[in-house]
């Protein structure tokens, strides 16, 4: 067993000098191979590798919110220890923060405690709380990378399954359960096992009118909802490399959805501009040496990959589910499936999701009616996507008998939104402008479905009941075709008409 110090380097920026190459486990690249960023990272925050073959991991930014950290904070209390490193936990409140009004106290008396727990928590043991008197409240994994706190090069925790959005900056980041909360609390560490590395490479350019959402979509369909167990993603490839910061967000935050521990991009140019200036990042010579370390970090070029998969970006449309997991998913101008059309072992999930969605296999997606369109979420919450929603709704008025929600994903982007004139465009087009939070992605607030509405949605999850009730139906699609669904009231593809 191999053991070493603690890293100790200033907070929000990973020490440059603890890149020298290690020996990992078995099965892991041997000392001086071509390193994966995933490897990289990995060996510059591994404490010791214990003797069940899992890294203890240190955890250099830790981002907790209300739903997943009241048990792990009470653990701590009943075990007498305080956080180990408060500097490094950031707090927010997302999942039950009701997106019609943030007054306080709140309507709903669980999420009432449940706020004031967590300001318990944070001012008891000196952690800064974006609430929403901070201008800066909003869902974790949009304000993470907003303040500047996400950076290259991280291991970022959080008590939400789809903390792989920061990974678009080349850090690994990943969701844990509740103990494991309360384990980096009180030890900034964590036991793991370190995942393989598939890259996928997305070639080509995409088409006008295909997003991030569509590529993302389109990669679980390929690879399937469980066909990342065991790995991280790295994605790349120029159609990836194309993107910006906020894209790259969208498809790493559906690494999840893939089954990958976590997925994430390189760390290029687009990345640094991205992080130049913003509240946390380092500033002037500092940040010069910081992205020195992020470029040392990045993938070699001739570094060993457990799997390598290639999709041709030119063939990915705009992209819809139909079925109740992100993997069961069509183009916009293709049929549901026949049982028939698949594999015998994949006809039995089909006619599940058919029965549960009340759709005919062999129809066109397009066209399929809707009762609620909802556009927000930490996948597609951001500016982009709200200008992207916004260019469509431009065209139109909702729907009669639609309910449209746009929620942005934080109170930054709400001012940004606001700055552009985008909620009087979509005020103007019939659709509910709210104030940040994670909304009708979990429903954990008072945005619900109600019996079996059907949800065109640019959240990540269509589980059955995801959106709050529990025959609720959610096709999952990016937010210029959840526009296009409130306008016509139906599936309807974004490009025809923009
Ligand atoms: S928007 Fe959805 S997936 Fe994202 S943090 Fe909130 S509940 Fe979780």
């Known amino acids: 067993m191999r053991t070493r110090a603690r890293p100790c380097y200033p907070r929000g920026v990973s ?15 041997a000392a001086g191979a071509k390193k994966t960023l995933l490897d990289a990272v990995w060996d510059a925050h591994t404490v010791r590798e214990l003797p069940n073959g899992d890294t203890q991991l240190f955890i250099g930014l830790h981002l907790i919110h209300e739903v997943t950290s009241p048990q792990a904070f009470s653990m701590l209390r ?26 306080r106290p709140l309507p709903d008396e669980l999420a009432e405690t449940m706020m004031t727990e967590l ?61 494991q909360v309360r384990d980096v609390l009180a030890t900034q560490c964590l036991s793991l096992a370190r995942p393989k590395v598939r890259r996928i490479e997305v070639t080509g350019k995409l088409s006008p009118g295909v997003y991030a959402k569509d590529v993302t979509l389109h990669i679980i369909h390929q690879l399937g909802v469980k066909g990342g167990i065991g790995f ?46 913003r509240a946390f990042t380092p500033k002037d010579e500092a940040f010069e040496r910081a992205v020195a370390w992020w470029r040392s ?46 594999p015998p072992d994949e006809r039995p999930s089909l006619e599940e999701a058919l029965a549960y969605m009340e759709l005919r296999a062999g129809v066109p997606i397009a066209g399929t009616p809707i009762d609620v369109a909802f556009i927000g979420s930490c996948t597609n919450g951001r500016l982009s ?22 929620v942005p994903g ?23 402008w709210r104030e940040a939070g ?13 019996g079996n509405q059907m949800c065109a949605s640019s959240s990540n999850r269509n589980f059955k009941g995801r959106q709050g009730s529990p025959t609720g139906r959610t096709l999952l699609m990016s937010p210029a075709m959840v526009a296009a669904a409130a306008l016509r009231g139906r599936v309807a593809d974004a490009r025809e008409i923009l």
Request: glycine content about 10%; some cysteine.
């Open 232 to 277: 991280a993603y790295e994605y790349a490839g120029p159609a990836i490399e194309a993107m910006t910061l906020e894209e790259r967000m969208t498809v790493c935050n559906m690494s999840i959805e893939g089954g990958a521990r976590c997925g994430y991009v390189n760390p290029d140019e687009s990345t640094f501009a991205y992080l130049r200036g």
């Open 297 to 342: 970090i990045a993938s070699a070029k001739d570094a060993a990959y457990a799997d390598r998969v290639q999709l041709d970006g030119r063939g990915i449309a705009p992209t819809v589910t139909f079925g109740i997991n992100p993997g069961q998913s069509v183009a916009v101008d293709e049929r549901i499936p026949r049982p028939e059309d698949l």
């Open 410 to 432: 934080s109170q930054a982007v709400a001012r940004a939104a606001a700055a552009e004139g985008l909620p009087e465009v979509f005020r103007a087009a019939g659709f509910e």
């Open 15 to 29: 020490d440059p000098t603890r890149s020298a190459p290690r020996t990992g486990p078995a099965g892991v690249p």
């Open 119 to 179: 300001e318990r928590n944070c001012r008891d043991h000196g952690i800064r709380f974006f609430d929403p008197e901070s201008g800066q409240q909003g869902i974790v994994h949009v304000i993470g990378p907003e303040t500047g706190l996400t950076q290259p090069g991280m291991t970022i925790a959080c008590g939400d399954s789809h903390t792989s959005t920061h990974g678009a900056f080349g850090c690994v980041a990943f969701g844990i359960g509740t103990s």
């Open 78 to 103: 009943d075990m007498g220890l305080r956080v180990r490193h408060p500097e490094r936990t950031f707090a927010t409140v997302d999942h039950i923060i009701p997106t019609q009004s943030q007054k």
């Open 385 to 406: 996507d709200l200008r992207e929603a916004a260019r469509v709704a431009r065209t139109g008025r909702v729907a009669p008998g639609v309910k449209a929600l746009v």
């Open 438 to 450: 994670c909304s009708m992605c979990l429903a954990m607030n008072p945005d619900k479905l109600v």
